[in-house]
């Protein structure tokens, strides 16, 4: 079998490329051929990952989330195996799929040959996510967060962007069709997921990246809200990531389905994964096992 693998020298603190020699020594010993490329950006990493998907038996890759997203926008829906090596500051992917974050530990996983067919986000018809697609309260940040703060601070970076400049919630209309009910209201959040971590975070807990379901959480909010109404959109929020928003009904909305029509304001962007996507009204499809990738044997995903 033929190999290549992707990754970014800088990405991670770097982790990974000063355990480039190990990698590619433990690669060749597994695989017939083996092709190492460093790549210079999220583009390149894309341009590649595409290139590759018709010219290899499987494509390791190594980076955090968005990368995971970059590699995913190049492979589209072409039935390639996939390898992958956390090294990004949060790992959501990895942190949902059990998926080891040293780069001995996931290549013992990628060796031992176990593989699943994962769920993959379809948005517009043309753009991919493998754990989530966000707008509003503190997604920005996701995106907007320097490589330089994340290296010094890592996770801890995200939570000095938001200090920075997303402390003030915008209001935006929403409406969503296509879930268990429709739910039309004015909110400040709106996460949907495949999987169970977000922001290094198991918020949704019971969710999983092979069960043909998206999750999906929304916090409602008052088109003109006062003093009270804006402290109760910050304990939203603690009751979503710490409690799933199970416990606090009252501003949260939990809908699932496998696709929703999303409608809202035009100039809403929207996170993908942990980049930044397409602006406006959505739809979110789920493409039930598009993914293959190598993942823990005794890991439930």
Known sequence: MNCLFLYHPRSGKGKVAKRIGYIERTLRAHFDH???????????????ARDGAGMYDVILFSGGDGTFNRVLQGIGERDVQ??????????????????????????????????????VMRINGTRYAMYNVAAGAFTRATYTTSSSLKKRLGIFAYAV???????KFRVFPLSVTGGEEPLISHVVLVLTMNGRSVAGMPINGRGSMADGQIEMAVIRQKEHPGFFARMGAYFSLIMLFLFH??????????????AFSIRTEGDLVWDLDGEEGMRGNIEIELLPRRMKLFVPAKKKI
């Open 82 to 119: 996939l390898g992958y090596l956390p090294g990004g500051t949060t790992n959501d992917v990895a942190r949902s799929l059990g998926i080891p974050r040293s780069v001995k530990g996931a290549l013992k996983v990628i060796l031992a040959g176990h593989e699943a067919r994962l769920d």
């Open 34 to 48: 083996v092709d190492i490329v460093a790549t210079e950006s999220g583009e390149d990493m894309t341009a590649h």
């Open 245 to 258: 928003g199970r416990l606090w009904k009252r501003r949260i909305t939990l809908l699932r389905g496998s």
């Open 161 to 167: 962007e938001v200090l920075r400049h997303e402390m």
